[in-house]
């Protein structure tokens, strides 16, 4: 078959990106127009601002990806475009542009999940290496700043199909990340913070209890009701508790003043680099920091190679943001390494929102000719199957 050059375009939160990927498995660009400056002030993503942003950025970013890969719009084979989950307002951006590219340029428009690109992400990159088909069964891994899940996934036919083993109950790990973060006064986003100032930290000075749940999932999602019904085990996470525990250990050991002085050195500043966090921290602040991060690993290792045992998996991917974390790597090799399962990460580069993992996991689609319709419209809760 001849090669396939598809376009695609992610603009779930707060990254605006579009890439061309040949045939799923050769990156050709990969352009990504980060909104970090944007939201900092706030200590998080604002979606009326994210969706203004998209809209300033979709444009140049799509040209630029198609001056990279050296590609026309009358060249693509399709253009790809993330459905969900996501913000509403922000998927409706990439969507509405991804509609009127294809109706203009009379193309095939392919809609993605989200979390299913991120599990792309790792295969676009196995491919290129020449890995080019895992052993089955997969178990996935995403996690980021939204989503923590465990998705099984097997073959069927040009696709792959999804079931959901595992979720988080509330706040999302790299949610926890950012949360802490800001609480202790280091900035937004502070996910690769912590990961750079952990190490100078003493990971065993603060114990956290790991979360217990002791009950099925109440929240009954539209469609997957059988996940609280059938008898299959389930590998659940919880990370609001950490994110309390470390503000009562902030209140009870009187960091409040420390953590407002930190806050207010670091604003000073427009780009931090490592030194000047580590000017503003403490002892005390950086043994906390460690032993968060630790606590936060340790519960996604456990839980995840707990489930690659129970059912039996014969290859781990890790993917979404929070797996650009150097310690969740680390002990991900370390362990899997012990378990025997092998376990594979994207690049960093593509560990966090891009356009390439969309594109990847729109070219299944392609080949099985699985087209979105012009009247398909962003859904924030998508589901993956």
């Keep these: 078959m001849a090669d396939a ?32 400056a944007t939201h900092q002030p706030y200590g998080g993503v604002v979606p009326e601002l994210a969706s203004r ?3 300033r950025a979709i444009v140049p ?36 542009y991804a509609k009127a ?22 295969l676009l990159e196995e491919r290129q290496k020449g890995n080019h088909e895992p052993q089955f069964p997969v178990l996935a891994l995403v ?3 939204g989503h923590t899940h465990l998705y099984l996934a097997a073959r069927k036919n040009e696709g792959w199909t999804y079931e959901n083993i595992g979720h988080t109950r509330d706040d999302a790990a790299g949610e926890a990340f950012d949360k802490v973060a800001k609480l202790i006064g280091l900035g937004y986003p502070g996910g690769p913070i912590v990961d750079r100032l952990a190490p100078h930290g003493d990971p065993s000075a603060v114990k956290f209890l790991p979360a217990q749940i002791k009950h099925p999932d109440r929240r009954h999602h539209r469609g997957q009701k059988e996940e609280i019904e059938n008898d299959r085990p389930r590998f659940d996470f919880s990370y609001s508790g950490i994110k309390t525990a470390v503000l ?30 580590l000017a503003t921290c ?32 014969a290859t781990l991917f890790v993917t979404g943001g929070v797996a650009a974390n150097s310690e969740l790597r680390k002990t991900f090799e370390q362990q899997g390494a012990q ?39 962003a859904e924030a809760n998508l589901v993956l199957r």
Excluded at 6 to 33: F, H, P
Aim: proline share 3%.
């Design 101 to 122: 590219l294809a109706f203009a340029l009379d193309k095939p428009l392919i809609a993605v999940n989200h979390l299913e690109g991120h599990v792309h992400a790792v």
């Design 143 to 145: 996690v980021s700043g």
């Design 248 to 277: 009562r250990y902030v209140e009870v050991h009187g960091m409040r003043d420390s953590i407002e002085l930190r806050r207010q050195a670091l604003a000073k500043i427009s780009k931090p680099k490592l030194e000047d966090y």
């Design 5 to 36: 050059y598809i376009l695609g375009i992610e603009s779930s939160c707060d990254e605006t990106a579009a890439a061309v990927v040949r045939s799923g498995e050769k990156l050709i660009s990969n352009v990504v127009a980060s909104q970090i």
């Design 61 to 96: 970013v799509v040209r630029q990806a198609l001056a990279d890969a050296k590609q026309t719009y009358h060249s693509l084979d399709a253009i790809a475009v993330t459905q969900g989950p996501g913000l509403a307002g922000a998927l409706l951006v990439g969507i509405s």
């Design 282 to 313: 403490d002892r005390q602040t950086l043994d906390l920091v460690a032993s968060f991060q630790r606590a936060i690993v340790e519960d996604l290792v456990s839980k995840t190679l707990a489930a690659a045992q129970a059912y039996d998996v």
């Design 339 to 377: 378990a025997g399962v092998p376990v594979y990460f994207p690049s960093r580069a593509l560990s966090t929102d891009n356009a390439a993992m969309i594109a990847a996991a729109a070219y299944p689609k392609y080949l099985a000719k699985d087209f979105a319709a012009m009247d398909f419209s």
């Design 53 to 55: 942003e998209h809209l």
